[in-house]
T-cell receptor, first 117, second 113 residues
Framework: AQKITQTQPGMFVQEKEAVTLDCTYD???????LFWYKQPSSGEMIFLIY??????QNATEGRYSLNFQKARKSANLVISASQLGDSAMYFC??????????????FGKGTKLTVNP | ETGVTQTPRHLVMGMTNKKSLKCEQH?????MYWYKQSAKKPLELMFV???????ENNSVPSRFSPECPNSSHLFLHLHTLQPEDSALYLC????????????FGPGTRLLVL
């Protein structure tokens, strides 16, 4: 079963408008972390925002905010005032422990965001 | 110096070649990771090194051989690869045990002919 589900393969938004990218997750661990990364065509994974499962407030980082709904197991990314440079792939990821005692990130399949002028 | 660097950025190799990918982090982290990103598939963890010791091998074929000589450097040695190994290979680093964010390098785009 998928642990991170991103249901939107592609999204389009007009420049200066807000857009929400969906992410749902599946875990039975009470302690977990959720991340969003941006991947431009160059390939680098750029960290955007983090939400801990015990955090009381939704995370915000500049134009990025995370709409964390724990009971629904969703962690949607909201980008306000979209810019042309926001066009990229966006990945939702969840941190989980491994059998070897370390940690790893489990990624969703990503959403391709295109910002139109 | 940028946080995590990877060389080469692009690599084309034949199935009989031997090559190595290099990753270097300048963030003072002590855990490093190799991920593989194939077309139309989510990123997959390959290896984890914590304090220079391999703590995770995610069922990766032996034609991929990692090496972590110190906490700042990570290598992925490649030999007798298959065309299906063509992918983007991403290195990441983090602080061990602190449930910290992983920071990624720019990746190496590998094409196996």
């Amino acid at each position: 079963a998928q642990k991170i589900t991103q249901t939107q393969p592609g999204m389009f938004v007009q420049e200066k408008e807000a857009v929400t990218l969906d992410c749902t997750y599946d875990t039975s661990d009470p302690s977990y972390g959720l991340f969003w990364y941006k991947q431009p065509s160059s390939g680098e994974m750029i960290f955007l925002i983090y939400q801990g499962s015990y955090d009381q407030q939704n995370a915000t980082e500049g134009r990025y905010s995370l709409n964390f709904q724990k009971a629904r197991k969703s962690a949607n990314l909201v980008i306000s005032a979209s810019q042309l440079g926001d066009s990229a792939m966006y990945f939702c990821a969840m941190r989980e422990d491994t059998q070897g005692g370390s940690e790893k990130l489990v990624f969703g399949k990503g959403t391709k965001l295109t910002v139109n002028p | 110096e940028t946080g995590v660097t990877q060389t080469p950025r692009h690599l084309v190799m034949g199935m009989t070649n031997k090559k190595s990918l290099k990753c270097e982090q300048h963030l003072g982290h002590n855990a490093m990771y190799w991920y593989k990103q194939s077309a139309k598939k989510p990123l997959e963890l390959m290896f984890v090194y914590s304090l220079e010791e391999r703590v995770e091998n995610n069922s990766v074929p032996s034609r991929f051989s990692p090496e972590c000589p110190n906490s700042s450097h990570l290598f992925l040695h490649l030999h007798t690869l298959q065309p299906e190994d063509s992918a983007l290979y991403l290195c990441a680093s983090s602080r061990r045990g602190g449930r910290e964010t992983q920071y990624f390098g720019p990746g190496t785009r590998l094409l196996v002919l």
